[in-house]
């Protein structure tokens, strides 16, 4: 039925480039929101429940060596980031 999606938007992207910017996105901890969250978890670098692989590289090997599924929010992850494998941001 045309009339049911003609208000629908769909994006796609690369999804290495989408991966590569969620770890970015974790990693540099720029948005205001996100940083105020995990440092209060206490997990931006420097304190003690920082986890986050230290290269984009070293996180995907993680992930492909051990990866974390499940359905829990970014603020439950043990890195505070997002899972590669499901490429859907959150």
Not at 50 to 75: C, K, V
Request: glycine share 4%; hydrophobic share 30%.
């Amino acid at each position: 039925n045309f009339t049911a999606l003609q208000d629908t938007v769909v994006m796609i992207r690369q999804p290495r480039e989408h991966v590569f910017s969620q770890y970015q996105f974790c990693k540099l901890a720029t948005d205001p929101g996100y940083r105020s969250a995990v440092r209060y978890l206490r997990g931006l670098p420097g304190q003690k429940n920082f986890h986050l692989a230290n290269s984009f590289q070293n996180w995907t090997d993680e992930w492909t060596r051990r990866p974390r599924y499940g359905y829990h929010s970014i603020y439950e992850d043990y890195e505070f980031c997002y899972c590669p494998h499901n490429l859907q941001a959150s």
